[in-house]
C-alpha cells in the first residue's frame, strides 16, 4: 500500500491551500484516512480525519473551523482542504490510513495507523 501526497507548497497568512493523498494497493480500501503534521522541533499532531462509513470527520482544536477534510472513495483519494492559513500551520503534513482490516481507529491514534506518505510541506508566512 502506497499513500502519496500532492500540494504543498507556500502561502501568505490567510491564504489557502489544498492537499490531495492518493492510496494505493490490490483492493486496498481503510475505514479510516487522516492528515497529520509535524512542526520542527515539535511532536506530530493530528490535524484531521475522515471515516468512510458515514463520512464523519474530525478536526483538531487549531485547526477547526479553517480545514476541510473529504474523500473520494471511488478514487481512494482524500483531500485537505486548508483556508485562512496562519503561520503557525507551518510543518510537514503527512497522510495515513490504517490496514484495511483494522475499523475501531480513533481519530488521532497514531499507533493505529499503518501507512504513510512521504510527507508534503506547507510554509505559510
Known amino acids: 500500500v502506497q499513500l502519496v501526497e500532492s500540494g504543498g507548497g507556500s502561502a501568505q497568512a490567510r491564504g489557502s491551500l489544498r492537499l490531495s493523498c492518493a492510496a494505493s494497493?490490490?483492493?486496498?480500501?481503510?475505514?479510516?484516512m487522516g492528515w497529520f503534521r509535524q512542526a520542527p522541533g515539535k511532536e506530530r499532531q493530528g490535524v484531521a480525519s475522515i471515516y468512510r462509513g458515514g463520512g464523519s470527520t474530525y478536526y483538531s482544536d487549531s485547526v477547526r473551523g479553517r480545514f476541510a477534510i473529504s474523500l473520494d472513495s471511488a478514487k481512494n483519494t482524500t483531500f485537505l482542504r486548508m483556508n485562512s492559513l496562519k503561520p503557525e500551520d507551518t510543518a510537514m503534513y503527512y497522510c495515513?490510513?490504517?490496514?484495511?482490516?483494522?475499523?475501531?481507529?480513533?481519530?488521532?491514534?497514531?499507533?493505529?495507523?499503518?501507512?504513510w506518505g512521504q510527507g508534503t510541506q506547507v510554509t505559510v508566512s
Open positions: 495515513a490510513a490504517p490496514t484495511s482490516d483494522t475499523y475501531c481507529v480513533p481519530a488521532f491514534e497514531e499507533a493505529l495507523y499503518a501507512y
Open positions: 494497493g490490490d483492493g486496498y480500501s481503510s475505514a479510516v
